[in-house]
């Protein structure tokens, strides 16, 4: 049965219980505690470059590192949360301080939403929607892993992989509302998935992440007002996002948006300044990919389900009680580990969803809409066009 997303959100996809979910469970922090000597060789091994294989060459390589900068060093997102630029309380200073005490009174909610939308672009931000935070999607604790030894490389031992330390998550019932930054990754990178090169768009993806729901937050606090910025950390960001209008959930277990498809890092910010919340959007991601298929016919470690969505589940990395496409996550990551750039990104790649704007695309995406009967002549259509195939990373460095 179809869920009926726009009338319900992420909620259409519940089918039982759904208890909050543990950070400790979630695959990229998962691996430091279940599995320590995969962790080793994703996160904290060097990864030796191949001269003679392009998209994994030491400028590739080097290309990917620096995107990621911004949000190793100060971001934080991705590792622990609540800490540096996503710290859940980080005052203004200096002459940018507000007088004690000094609040916008009685906030009309939907002249703030337009504020805070029109900040959050005005910084760069791709995509902003509000949503009533839903209690379900946020972590029950977080996860915070033991590492101490700041060196690439070095010996890490068993101890500090294994020994990290969930927190509970209490959240202030007064924080009502989810404002959720989809930031765009780069198109023409993500052509050449599953190489260091478009590992760069997921890197910069990253690295703005934390800027942008930083940067909102600190405009919130400016307005007297409390406001937690995320990245990856403290809740699950598609449901949150499904809920704020920006698009719906597709096979590959990530958000569809209308204009870039699966192509978006997705940031958080919750906060108790009164807002007004998006609708949820129905744009026909459900019937499309269950004709589609490419992202499972094209997923290197055959994580993605060719079938019928269901409510199976692979691991204790999938959350029971939710009726969609079950990613496994043990086998995805292991591939990326494998791949020796700690990405894949081939899902997006090969989405047909995944388009540069034109009148074209466009066109295809409201007959997805409109007309789910010719879904399978759409994806021909896109195999026709080659648009899921594959660039020749040699050829990156060649262009202005």
């Known amino acids: 049965m179809k869920p009926r997303v726009g009338e319900l959100g992420a909620s259409?996809?519940?089918?039982?219980?759904?208890?909050?979910?543990?950070?400790?469970?979630?695959?990229?922090?998962?691996?430091?505690?279940?599995?320590?000597?995969l962790a080793r060789r994703l996160y904290f091994t060097p990864k030796h470059p191949k001269a003679d294989k392009p998209g994994y060459t030491l400028l590739d390589m080097a290309f990917r590192n620096a995107t990621w900068d911004l949000e190793r060093d100060f971001g934080m997102g991705n590792r622990s949360g609540?800490?540096?630029?996503?710290?859940?309380?980080?005052?203004?200073?200096?002459?940018?301080?507000?007088?004690?005490?000094?609040?916008?009174?009685?906030?009309?909610?939907?002249?703030?939403?337009?504020?805070?939308?029109?900040?959050?672009?005005?910084?760069?931000?791709?995509?902003?929607?509000?949503?009533?935070?839903?209690?379900?999607?946020?972590?029950?604790?977080?996860?915070?892993?033991?590492i101490k030894n700041p060196f690439l490389g070095a010996a890490i031992p068993d101890e500090e992989l294994t020994n990290?330390?969930?927190?509970?998550?209490?959240?202030?019932?007064?924080?009502?509302?989810?404002?959720?930054?989809?930031?765009?990754?780069?198109?023409?990178?993500?052509?050449?998935?599953?190489?260091?090169?478009?590992?760069?768009?997921?890197?910069?993806?990253?690295?703005?992440?934390?800027?942008?729901?930083?940067?909102?937050?600190?405009?919130?606090?400016?307005?007297?007002?409390?406001?937690?910025?995320?990245g990856n950390d403290t809740s699950l960001a598609v449901p949150l996002a499904i809920d704020a209008g920006l698009g719906e959930l597709g096979r590959n277990g990530l958000l569809i948006t209308p204009r870039f498809g699966p192509r978006v890092r997705l940031a958080k910010v919750f906060t108790d300044l009164p807002l007004a919340p998006d609708k949820p959007l129905d744009m026909g991601v459900w019937e499309f990919c269950r004709a589609c298929k490419k992202c499972a016919k094209h997923c290197p470690s055959q994580s993605?389900?060719?079938?019928?969505?269901?409510?199976?589940?692979?691991?204790?990395?999938?959350?029971?009680?939710?009726?969609?496409?079950?990613?496994?996550?043990e086998t995805c990551i292991a591939f990326w580990e494998k791949n020796n750039s700690a990405s894949c990104l081939n899902c997006i790649r090969v989405c047909p969803f995944n388009k540069p704007d034109g009148w074209m695309?466009?066109?295809?995406?409201?007959?997805?809409?409109?007309?789910?009967?010719?879904?399978?002549?759409?994806?021909?259509?896109?195999?026709?066009?080659?648009?899921?195939?594959?660039?020749?990373?040699?050829?990156?460095?060649?262009?202005?």
């Open 12 to 37: 259409a996809y519940v089918s039982g219980p759904v208890m909050r979910f543990s950070e400790k469970y979630m695959m990229f922090r998962r691996v430091m505690w279940d599995s320590p000597d």
């Open 82 to 146: 609540n800490a540096m630029l996503t710290a859940w309380e980080r005052p203004t200073k200096g002459e940018f301080a507000p007088p004690q005490g000094l609040k916008l009174e009685s906030p009309d909610p939907a002249a703030m939403s337009l504020a805070v939308k029109k900040v959050a672009r005005f910084a760069g931000a791709s995509l902003v929607g509000i949503a009533a935070l839903d209690m379900r999607w946020v972590y029950s604790h977080s996860y915070i892993p033991a």
């Open 164 to 230: 990290g330390q969930e927190r509970a998550i209490e959240i202030d019932p007064a924080f009502k509302w989810a404002i959720v930054i989809a930031v765009e990754m780069d198109y023409r990178v993500s052509k050449y998935s599953p190489t260091y090169l478009s590992g760069a768009g997921a890197g910069l993806g990253y690295s703005k992440m934390p800027f942008y729901a930083a940067l909102v937050a600190q405009f919130i606090r400016g307005l007297g007002y409390r406001a937690i910025p995320q």
């Open 304 to 329: 993605i389900p060719h079938g019928e969505p269901s409510e199976d589940i692979h691991n204790v990395s999938n959350r029971p009680g939710l009726y969609r496409w079950a990613v496994n996550g």
């Open 361 to 400: 695309h466009d066109a295809v995406r409201w007959g997805i809409r409109r007309f789910p009967v010719a879904n399978r002549l759409f994806v021909w259509g896109d195999d026709v066009f080659g648009y899921s195939r594959r660039g020749n990373p040699a050829r990156y460095w060649e262009r202005p």
